[in-house]
């Protein structure tokens, strides 16, 4: 079975602290992909970033980075120079493709609070 | 503007009543699929379709039903056969042999 484990509930930071979430998956598919997701207060979950099974590179965007280690089964988000509008809770999924359909199975979310 | 959109955004009824939530796309995607969240917890399947007329039983159906009459359409019910509906409720859809699912804003149910 397919599993996602983000380990840390919850996280406080202080405005410009670097922090990395932790995401480790389980799964014996050898295509799959992942996902990171952010649940604003608002409720609504916001794409951040795919990355398929065969796609190990490192990716940076803007002051968001990801690190997919196939060898430890972790796709790891980090915050570099976190702000306040960073708060927000944090998902790890990770898609089972089964016949088209791509059902996601996510992680329990991590609970990020940025203080000014 | 295209998106998903889920209504109403907060939803209270009474112990053993039906109740059915909304959620419309206008991105064209084939599937749609329906979430359940509870507090500190991920996100579970309920039920998914990828065509018209056509659905699935995702990890936890019991007590909620679904239809896809329309593509752009996929309504849940909750049913008084659910033990415990009070939750957050969101819905998402994508193209087939597109991974990225996109989601709606959500409804949250309370059932008093």
């Known amino acids: 079975a397919q599993k996602v484990t983000q380990a840390q509930t919850e996280i406080s930071v202080v405005e410009k602290e670097d922090v990395t979430l932790d995401c480790v998956y389980e799964?014996?598919?050898?295509?799959?992909?992942l996902f990171w997701y952010k649940q604003p207060p608002s409720g609504e979950l916001v794409f951040l970033i795919r990355?398929?099974?065969?796609?190990?590179q490192n990716e940076i965007s803007g002051r968001y980075s990801w690190n997919f280690q196939k060898s430890t089964s972790s796709f790891n988000f980090t915050i570099t120079a976190s702000q306040v509008v960073d708060s927000a809770v944090y998902f790890c999924?990770?898609?089972?493709?089964?016949?088209?359909?791509?059902?996601?199975?996510f992680g329990k979310g991590m609970k990020l609070t940025v203080n000014p | 503007d295209g998106g998903i959109t889920q209504s109403p955004k907060y939803l209270f009824r009474k112990e053993g009543q039906n109740v059915t939530l909304s959620c419309e796309q206008n991105?064209?995607?084939?599937?749609m699929y329906w979430y359940r969240q509870d507090p500190g917890q991920g996100l579970r399947l309920i039920y998914y379709s990828q065509i018209v007329n056509d659905f699935q039983k995702g990890d936890i159906a019991e007590g909620y039903s679904v239809s896809r009459e329309k593509k752009e359409s996929f309504p849940l019910t909750v049913t008084s056969a659910q033990k415990n509906p009070t939750a957050f409720y969101l819905c998402a859809s994508n193209d087939l042999g597109a991974d990225t699912q996109y989601f709606g804003p959500g409804t949250r149910l309370t059932v008093l």
């Open positions: 990355r398929n099974s065969f796609d190990e």
């Open positions: 991105l064209n995607h084939d599937a």
């Open positions: 999924a990770l898609s089972e493709a089964q016949g088209g359909s791509e059902k996601l199975v």
């Open positions: 799964t014996r598919d050898t295509t799959y992909y």
